[in-house]
C-alpha cells in the first residue's frame, strides 16, 4: 500500500548547522595555528562551506516556507562570503 504523505519537506536547520559549525572550526584553526602555507586552504574551505552551504540552505528553507530559517541562514552565508 503506498503511503498517502509522499511529499514530505525536509528542514534543512542541520545541514546549515553543521556547514556554519565546520566554518567557524575552519576559521578558528587559521587564527589559532597561523601558517604562510595554511592560511589560503582554511579560508577557501571556510568559504566553500560556510558560504555556499549556508546560502543553499537558506535559499532551501526559503523553498519549504521556512523565512525565519532562510534568513538567518541565507545572511550568514553573506557573512562568509
Known sequence: MMNDNLERNFSMVPFGLL??????LLM?????F???????????M????GGIGE????MW????RESVVGT???SLGLFFV
Do not use: K
Open 55 to 58: 546560502s543553499a540552505a537558506g
Open 46 to 49: 571556510a568559504l566553500l562551506f
Open 28 to 32: 578558528g584553526l587559521a587564527a589559532i
Open 34 to 44: 597561523p601558517s604562510a602555507t595554511a592560511t589560503a586552504p582554511y579560508f577557501t
Open 19 to 24: 556547514s556554519l559549525s565546520i566554518a567557524v
Open 61 to 64: 528553507a526559503f523553498a519549504n
Open 72 to 74: 538567518a541562514f541565507s
